[in-house]
């Protein structure tokens, strides 16, 4: 299983980190990130490897968000900053190959929301 949080309500420019922590057999797949907005298609935001070796991101990120992966604790962080109005959406973290593709990832958790006001 996926369990996501750390979403909350925040500010323009501020950051925010979300994590997601894994248990049984999807410690040993890749974690992905993705996000979707009411009347927005769902968009990648950001994935790890298993090995926690290999990262990549979403074109809109634009270095504004950071994604790291403690083994010992089977957790996924997803560290963002510099957030916009544009990023308020569930985010829902994922286990399956290493992919930008949601079709690509079989386990799910539940979302966190993160709103973004000014």
């Known amino acids: 299983q996926l369990q996501a949080s750390g979403g909350g309500a925040v500010h323009i420019g501020d950051s925010l980190k979300l994590t997601c922590a894994a248990s049984g057999p999807v410690r040993s797949f890749a974690i992905g990130w993705f996000r979707h907005a009411p009347g927005k298609r769902r968009e990648f935001v950001a994935a790890i490897s298993a090995s926690g070796q290999n990262t990549k991101y979403g074109y809109f990120v634009n270095g504004r968000c950071t994604i790291s992966k403690d083994s010992a604790k089977n957790t996924v962080y997803l560290q963002m900053s510099s957030l916009k109005p544009e990023d308020a959406a569930s985010y829902y973290c994922?286990?399956?190959?290493?992919?930008?593709?949601?079709?690509?990832?079989?386990?799910w958790g539940q979302g966190t929301l993160v709103t973004v006001s000014s």
């Open positions: 994922a286990a399956g190959r290493y992919s930008e593709n949601a079709l690509d990832y079989t386990y």
